[in-house]
């Protein structure tokens, strides 16, 4: 069992001790998509959400879970956030667009910042679907990932996908 950090000599979870690593500049960049109609994206557009800006309120959520991402994530530590900001890009394809969302988190720490980035972008995303189901309940939020991170004993991460 020793191989797994998080488990104890007993087999049981426990949280990782990062009291000896050093405190670095860290960051995450996190992404998700959410596939949306033609008649979400010109109803967005022409401001006829009627609970208000989808954007500006997925936002807001998605820096609130960056905060509170060790609250629900059971082996994450709870660490201060120094930055937090998101990209909204919508990408036309057929006869539907594509809502690419980005979260770049950063912090100065023992731990890095990639699980409070993919809550980010998670919670962002079920916020806009939320803001949005009245008009259409068939979006998809599909393809969450680690897009890069920098900082810590392990060094930088880019994703090729």
């Avoid at 009627?50 to 629900?72: E, R, S």
């Avoid at 709870?78 to 809502?99: A, C, H, M, W």
């Amino acid at each position: 069992m020793s191989n797994f950090s998080h488990w104890n000599e007993e087999g049981r979870s426990k949280m990782v001790d990062i009291s000896q690593k050093n405190s670095t500049t860290r960051t995450a960049i996190a992404q998700s998509t959410i596939v949306l109609s033609n008649k979400l994206f010109e109803a967005i557009q022409n401001g006829f959400i009627k609970k208000g800006d989808p954007l500006q309120v997925a936002q807001i959520a998605g820096i609130m879970a960056a905060k509170k991402t060790a609250d629900v994530i059971p082996m994450c530590h709870p660490i201060v956030l120094q930055g937090s900001d998101f990209t909204f890009n919508y990408q036309k394809r057929d006869n539907e667009y594509d809502l690419i969302i980005q979260a770049t988190i950063k912090c100065s720490g023992q731990t890095g910042v990639e699980m409070e980035a993919l809550t980010a972008v998670s919670i962002a995303a079920l916020t806009f679907y939320d803001m949005c189901k009245a008009v259409d309940k068939t979006m998809v939020i599909k393809d969450t990932f680690l897009v890069q991170k920098t900082g810590g004993k392990s060094g930088d991460f880019f994703n090729k996908m």
